[in-house]
């Protein structure tokens, strides 16, 4: 009887530790809604740059995988027409 009670318990404070560590510590300060225009002006970094800029990076990153991805197929392709005509000299 006592194994089950001590059971029971240990799996309702298991389940239950989550939602204790889930809930916000309550301060004085944050008591209600303030509006934004009554905040002081802080430091911002605008985003649009930041974007563009990466899709820039990874766009030329892009192009030049491309790139040497195509330059490899026509070294492979050349060195095939190369032993192609290679092996036409070699039969007759």
């Not at 970094?45 to 790139?67: H, K, R």
Request: glycine share 6%.
């Amino acid at each position: 009887m006592l194994r089950r009670a001590f059971f029971a318990v240990s799996c309702l404070l298991l389940v239950s530790a989550p939602a204790w560590a889930l809930q916000q510590p309550s301060s004085p300060g944050q008591g209600g809604f303030v509006p934004l225009d009554s905040m002081p002006p802080r430091e911002q970094l605008p985003a649009a740059p930041l974007l563009i800029g990466s899709y820039a990076f990874f766009l030329v990153l892009m192009m030049f995988y491309l790139w040497t991805i195509w330059s490899r197929v026509n070294k492979v392709e050349k060195e095939m027409h190369d032993l192609e005509r290679r092996q036409g000299a070699v039969k007759r």
